[in-house]
């Protein structure tokens, strides 16, 4: 139990929830921020993407869905539909993961872009089937575009602040 | 090798099992939340009341330094506000003047008629906790609840204009959608002119003011209230000020500083009726059909202009319930 393999995946587990928990209080601060043109980037997917294209353990299936319900439900959204939508492209990547491990980071970028708009695009779609209220698709389309805009940058912080490498497909510890 | 196990453990049956049933389990919610709306906006307020109070401690200090760093921004325009402020208060000495001649005034004509105040409108205080945290939508969520007497629908006010209406109640939490929130639409009349409007939020910082019968009659400055016409709004509460856009679209200027909302007035209204089905308005309950066939027939024109004009302007903001957003 306590080799450092697994106390390395618990330690970034636990960095995760609490990174997660923070954007989201960060993100409903009573501030009055949200009224500029551009909006706040959707920092919490973009993080989980990040960090479940490097080690896939670290972010778990049942940490995912329980953030995003709570994300859902704080941020007055259509309840479960964020969280749905994320644990399916989650899922998804987990089972490309050995090969984006094997691509540039262009390549990995161009996944997380088509992820995100993808992502975007259902939600659009599933609010239309169950004829829902929608914001205005400009609002939504630039959202995305500042989610991606930002990867990147979580890239960068992720690698160099908290030390997470990406995880070679020839490495010991993909488990 | 460690792709083999890779796809093994992702294979491995349990976890698809799981994978299904978590998968089968959002789609329920989704599913409650479109067709059971108020259960399903019920369960939001609780776990809302669960979570945010709790991390108030963390909240809290954040929130003030914040507010400090932006107070302390303003330091840098210290003299130009110094030199504003004085011009501002030399205007308002002449203001007040005529206010307090006019108060005795008032007072006197409200002692010749014998007038009470009305003492329905009085109001519960609270303190914003937290913003909505979507870039699609306006709201807030303050620290009084049920166990404060709060109710949904009840009308919320900063010290000075409407800001916005309760919609979503917990224990010890209420979530204010303000009015610049694209479902929120408030009945106004326009002041000198008297004509009615619907003040309607787009998500921007000046909602639009649509169905104006006569433009020509209306010019930037106009002061808008909220005119009561859905028995959600108290009427006569100031909503700002009408800008004309570069588009040429009325728009309003709000009253209340939407930029800092600090604490608001929750202004209690004993004639909302709180939602509790899904099939149900909030507002004035409408008057009985007497003839059950009439209803399954369109609605004449001829209909009670009164019945009409409620349910109208009722739906948005019942479809704002049932949306959820």
Redesign the interface.
């Known amino acids: 139990m306590t080799d450092p393999l697994t106390a390395r995946i618990w330690l970034f587990r636990s960095y995760y929830l609490t990174l997660c928990l923070f954007v989201?209080?960060?993100?409903?601060?009573?501030?009055?921020r949200?009224?500029g043109a551009i909006?706040?980037p959707h920092l919490i997917m973009a993080l989980t993407f990040a960090w479940l294209l490097r080690q896939p353990n670290i972010v778990p299936?049942g940490a995912v869905?329980a953030v995003f319900?709570?994300?859902d439900?704080?941020?007055?959204?259509?309840?479960?539909?964020g969280?749905?939508i994320v644990?399916?492209a989650s899922?998804r990547l987990?089972?490309v993961?050995?090969e984006v491990a094997n691509m540039t980071f262009l390549g990995e970028f161009g996944m997380v872009a088509g992820t995100i708009a993808l992502c975007t695009l259902a939600e659009r779609i599933?609010l239309g089937v169950?004829l829902?209220?929608q914001?205005?698709f400009l609002?939504?389309a630039l959202?995305a575009i500042v989610t991606i805009a930002c990867y990147p940058v979580i890239v960068l912080v992720s690698k160099y602040l908290l030390g997470l490498d990406r995880l070679h497909?020839?490495?010991?510890d993909?488990? | 090798m460690a792709r083999d196990r890779h796809e093994e453990n992702l294979a491995h049956p349990m976890r698809r099992l799981l994978v299904v049933l978590l998968i089968l389990f959002l789609i329920g919610l989704i599913l409650l939340w479109r067709i059971d709306n108020p259960r399903a906006e019920r369960i939001r307020a609780a776990v809302v009341d669960r979570i945010v109070p709790n991390m108030e401690w963390a909240m809290a200090p954040v929130t003030g330094l914040a507010r400090m760093v932006d107070d302390f921004q303003s330091y840098a325009r210290l003299y130009e506000q110094n030199e504003q402020l004085r011009r501002e208060l030399q205007q308002m000495r002449a203001w007040r003047e005529a206010a307090i001649q006019l108060e005795q005034e008032n007072a006197r004509l409200l002692d010749l008629n014998r007038v009470q105040p009305d003492p329905s409108l009085t109001w519960i205080s609270g303190i914003v906790l937290a913003d909505s945290g979507s870039p699609f939508r306006r709201s807030v969520l303050l620290n009084v609840g049920a166990r404060d007497g709060v109710e949904d629908g009840w009308a919320a006010m900063d010290g000075l204009g409407l800001v916005g209406r309760i919609a979503g109640l917990g224990e010890r939490t209420a979530r204010v959608l303000l009015v610049t929130d694209s479902n929120s639409r408030v009945p106004v009349v326009i002041q000198p002119s008297g004509q009615q409007a619907l003040l309607s939020g787009d998500n921007s910082s000046a909602p639009l003011i649509e169905f104006i019968e006569t433009p020509e009659d209306i010019a930037a400055g106009d002061r808008i209230v909220t005119s009561g016409a859905d028995g959600l709004y108290p009427a006569g509460l100031l909503v700002g000020q009408i800008v004309i856009d570069p588009e040429r679209a009325f728009r309003a200027r709000l009253a209340a500083d939407f930029g800092r909302l600090n604490f608001l007035r929750v202004m209690r209204n004993p004639d909302v009726v709180p939602l509790n089905d899904s099939d149900t308005l909030i507002g004035p309950p409408l008057p009985d059909p007497v003839i059950p066939e009439l209803d399954a027939l369109a609605p004449s024109p001829s209909d009670p202009a009164p019945e009409t004009a409620e349910t109208s302007e009722d739906s948005p903001s019942a479809d704002a319930r049932a949306d959820g957003t």
């Open positions: 989201l209080i960060w993100q409903i601060l009573p501030l009055g949200d009224d909006p706040v299936l869905a319900l709570i994300y439900f704080l941020t007055h959204a259509p309840v479960g539909l969280a749905l644990v399916l899922e987990r089972r993961q050995p599933i169950l829902a209220e914001a205005p609002q939504v959202h497909a020839a490495d010991p993909n488990v």
